[in-house]
T-cell receptor, first 113, second 112 residues
Framework: DAKTTQPPSMDCAEGRAANLPCNHSTISGNEYVYWYRQIHSQGPQYIIHGLKNNETNEMASLIITEDRKSSTLILPHATLRDTAVYYCIVRVRSVGTASKLTFGTGTRLQVTL | DVKVTQSSRYLVKRTGEKVFLECVQDMDHENMFWYRQDPGLGLRLIYFSYDVKMKEKGDIPEGYSVSREKKERFSLILESASTNQTSMYLC???????????FGPGTRLLVL
């Protein structure tokens, strides 16, 4: 299983871009990088995922390095509602057709005025 | 939008009680999951199911059982609740062959 390393916490001013890094140096060729976030007292929310190309959706952008050993989640204009714990996850395939997601301890992003 | 609902947001039970946590999803997903979340330990998978009446153990199945009698419903059962099962319980679902999981709001269980 590829493990991920994230900083425990980060701050970001409202309106600025939040760049959340993740290291996954043992990732294998067919493993995707997923990002979820968890706002206090709620269930995790899917944000974005990618294999090797950069990805963008309405919530965020995902930049994956060419060697795939690290990635960065970018929230282009952070708001107070983006304050949450952000999890970088490398998919681990389990038996059957269901895949287990292994959540680490994530990065606690605090967006401030 | 995918909607995953859980029967209770907060639950208080006594040691030794049998506890049922219910999860329902409305998007016809084949896969359903039960996790627990504890401070400093992240989310840990208890059980998952990839079809009706099918179940697989996750990382920490001891003390738990599950039931999947209908596709939309996945139940977690604590046969005899213990204080170390005090936790936040999260249900999730996903489409067969797709990795994205959609989570419910969670049930915070306190066992006294």
């Amino acid at each position: 299983d590829a493990k991920t390393t994230q900083p425990p916490s980060m701050d970001c001013a409202e309106g600025r871009a939040a760049n959340l890094p993740c290291n996954h140096s043992t990732i294998s060729g067919n493993e995707y990088v997923y990002w979820y976030r968890q706002i206090h007292s709620q269930g995790p929310q899917y944000i974005i995922h990618g294999l090797k190309n950069n990805e963008t959706n309405e919530m965020a952008s995902l930049i994956i390095t060419e060697d795939r050993k690290s990635s960065t989640l970018i929230l282009p204009h952070a708001t107070l509602r983006d304050t949450a714990v952000y999890y970088c996850i490398v998919r681990v395939r389990s038996v059957g057709t269901a895949s287990k997601l292994t959540f680490g301890t994530g990065t606690r992003l605090q967006v401030t005025l | 939008d995918v909607k995953v609902t859980q029967s209770s947001r907060y639950l208080v039970k006594r040691t030794g009680e049998k506890v049922f946590l219910e999860c329902v999803q409305d998007m016809d997903h084949e896969n359903m999951f039960w996790y627990r979340q504890d401070p400093g330990l992240g989310l840990r998978l208890i059980y998952f199911s990839y079809d009706v009446k099918m179940k697989e153990k996750g990382d920490i199945p001891e003390g738990y059982s599950v039931s999947r009698e209908k596709k939309e419903r996945f139940s977690l059962i604590l046969e005899s609740a213990s204080t170390n099962q005090t936790s936040m319980y999260l249900c999730a679902s996903s489409l067969k062959g797709r990795e994205t999981q959609y989570f419910g709001p969670g049930t915070r269980l306190l066992v006294l």
